[in-house]
């Protein structure tokens, strides 16, 4: 699945409502798009950390156009689950990064030495 589009009639099988009840959710899953366009684009929010993140973005629940309460992290473990089949943690995806010096480097002139 990969457009928000289809998460969100998804989420109106599991859940009732509108589509557009779950796309502000859906879309902001999938805005790191616009700095990736391919699916690595997925390690900036596509995990478990990202799930609790949009809980504190979206709330703990959304009420649905059917009046119904829906828990919003139910609807982001959905949207990763459909891209990706499982829940990784942020550590699944850092582990992959290659570690290039300048991601070490410390301007000591700058900032003065560590304490
Ligand atoms: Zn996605």
Same mark, same amino acid.
């Given at each position: 699945m990969?457009?928000?589009?289809?998460?969100?009639?998804?989420?109106?099988?599991?859940?009732?409502?509108?589509?557009?009840?779950?796309?502000?959710?859906?879309?902001?899953?999938d805005?790191?798009?616009?700095?990736?366009a391919?699916?690595?684009?997925?390690?900036?929010?596509?995990h478990?950390e990202?799930?609790?993140?949009c809980?504190?973005?979206?709330?703990?629940?959304i009420?649905n156009? !059917?009046?119904?309460? $829906? #828990?919003?992290r139910?609807?982001g473990?959905? =949207?990763? @689950?459909? !891209?990706?089949?499982? $829940? #990784?943690?942020?550590?699944d995806?850092?582990? =992959?990064? @290659?570690?290039?010096?300048?991601?070490a480097?410390t301007?000591?002139e700058i900032?003065?030495?560590?304490?």
């Amino acid at each position: 699945m990969a457009n928000p589009y289809h998460h969100s009639l998804s989420s109106v099988r599991k859940h009732g409502g509108k589509v557009e009840d779950y796309l502000p959710i859906h879309n902001w899953f999938d805005e790191s798009k616009m700095m990736m366009a391919d699916f690595r684009h997925r390690a900036l929010r596509h995990h478990a950390e990202g799930i609790f993140m949009c809980e504190k973005i979206f709330g703990q629940t959304i009420t649905n156009s !059917d009046n119904k309460k $829906i #828990p919003t992290r139910f609807i982001g473990e959905q =949207h990763v @689950k459909e !891209d990706l089949g499982f $829940i #990784p943690s942020m550590q699944d995806w850092f582990k =992959h990064i @290659k570690a290039e010096k300048w991601m070490a480097l410390t301007p000591r002139e700058i900032n003065g030495p560590d304490l």
